[in-house]
């Protein structure tokens, strides 16, 4: 694929989950940046990393679509400029340091805004991934900066009723179980 081909198939990934177009887009050894924000699952090299983002990202943004604004390349990297839509219809979970930082229960809210990523390239895949989000006007459309005081209450209710543990347990699970689908296929060949 050439860089514009790789740079879509990526976003493809994460809006879709295919497993076969990850391992056809993202190199074994690919290491997202911006994973530390994530269940532990999307720290893992390769494909396995980029399918449990997707699991991550669509557990809380249903209807998940990158539209690509610009792209630009040279031999080893390619820069997207592109918008994330969706609808926040489950818990978006954030972590730090690999555990439960914030949920923001599920508002029902249309999402869409600017990012622009940084993807290198090395033997024909995607190698690695770095962004910059506008996640200040994402948590604007979601009400939680500046904070709403219904989300706001219910975002405190949620963390002292366990929901939130919960639901970053179960988004964890996810995750993880989207990395380990990718394991399991190549192990039957697949």
């Known amino acids: 694929m050439d860089p514009t081909a790789l740079a879509h198939g990526l976003f493809r990934v994460l809006e879709s989950a295919d497993p076969a177009l990850a391992a056809e887009t993202v190199h074994e050894d690919f290491r997202n940046r911006e994973a530390a924000v994530a269940p532990a699952a999307c720290a893992l090299p390769g494909p396995a990393g980029v399918l449990a983002s997707s699991a991550w990202m669509r557990s809380a943004f249903s209807d998940l679509r990158f539209p690509v604004l610009g792209i630009a390349h040279n031999d080893d990297q390619v820069w997207v400029r592109l918008r994330m839509r969706g609808r926040h219809s489950g818990p978006f979970v954030r972590y730090r340091n690999g555990v439960l930082d914030q949920a923001v229960p599920p508002t029902g ?73 990718l394991h399991g296929r190549r192990a039957e060949g697949c």
């Open 109 to 181: 809210r249309d999402v869409d805004f600017e990012q622009i990523h940084v993807l290198g390239l090395r033997e024909g895949k995607v190698v690695s991934h770095e962004a910059v989000r506008d996640d200040i006007t994402m948590l604007g459309q979601l009400g939680v900066f500046p904070p709403a005081p219904s989300t706001a209450l219910r975002m405190v209710a949620w963390r002292m009723t366990g929901r939130a543990a919960r639901a970053a347990a179960r988004v964890t699970a996810e995750a993880a179980e989207a990395a380990a689908l």
